[in-house]
């Protein structure tokens, strides 16, 4: 399938699926726990503290491109609030019900963020909210590499995911490599400093990072999250 996303701060956007390209074999397993999860209809969709919390730091004169934006709750958000979104989603559930509540502003497109190559091109901000927690090691590297080819100079990285000081890091079953622990679905937990590490590697200017322990709680799931914003500098 071939989908074309058109705006005026991206080229177009050609998610061709091709075995050749290296896909996230994690979200393919948890992709129908995410469908199901979607049509329970059971989903938050007031923003997210994080989405509040960086709103007035995204450039709003360029497009922001979400990675696994799940029922759209910050896309629309951040649609809301006059900035052009494209919201990605490997979960064809949610898309397909996202796409039911219509904003100028913001396009959906099922696709694997982990497998993204040279489909965007100059992009002023990235989003992603409790997203590389929900992926392997590797894809997660492969998407901090994209992250940083896709945006334009001065270009911002908003990130947010689980840290090992989540209550739920230990919890299930032990997976193979460091932090990984399964439940109903794969969550990989991270220390903040690594990431940090592995956003100024890449040639980010760390503009926020912070390790949060309340803001993100929702009902009985007490998140521990690292919050960073990056600006490409070179
Ligand atoms: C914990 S949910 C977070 C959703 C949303 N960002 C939020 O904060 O409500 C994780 C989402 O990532 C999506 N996802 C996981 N791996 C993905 C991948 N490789 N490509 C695209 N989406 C992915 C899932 O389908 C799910 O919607």
């Known amino acids: ?33 995410w469908n199901n999860f979607y049509s329970s209809k059971n989903v938050p969709s007031i923003p997210s503290p994080f989405a509040t919390s960086i709103l007035s730091s995204i450039d709003k ?10 029922n759209g709750r910050d896309a629309f958000y951040f649609a809301r ?8 989603d490997l979960s064809k559930e949610a898309i397909h019900i996202n796409n039911s509540f219509q904003h100028d502003n913001v396009k959906f497109v099922q696709a694997d963020f982990t497998a993204l190559q040279q489909e ?4 002023g901000n990235v989003y992603s909210r409790f997203t590389l927690h929900s992926v392997d090691y590797e894809s997660y590297q ?11 100079k001065n270009g911002l990285l908003f990130l ?13 079953e032990k997976g193979e490599y460091k932090g990984e622990w399964i439940t109903t679905h794969y969550r990989r937990f991270m220390e903040i400093k690594d990431v940090m590490e592995d956003v100024q590697q890449r040639g980010f200017e760390l503009l926020h990072a912070s390790e949060n322990f309340t803001d993100s709680w929702y009902g009985d799931d007490h998140a521990v999250v690292y919050r960073i914003t990056a600006k490409k500098i070179e």
């Open 142 to 152: 492969r998407t901090l590499d994209w992250c940083f080819q896709s945006l334009q």
């Open 120 to 123: 965007f091109k100059n992009v």
């Open 1 to 33: 399938m071939t989908i074309i996303a058109k705006s005026d701060q991206t080229s177009a956007l050609d998610l061709e699926s091709e075995d050749s390209k290296p896909h996230s074999k994690i979200s393919i397993k948890d992709n129908s726990y």
């Open 81 to 88: 609030n006059h900035i052009r979104v494209i919201a990605l």
């Open 160 to 172: 947010e995911a689980r840290t090992v000081n989540d209550p739920l890091c230990g919890v299930g």
């Open 61 to 70: 004169s360029k497009t922001l491109v979400e990675l696994g934006c799940g």
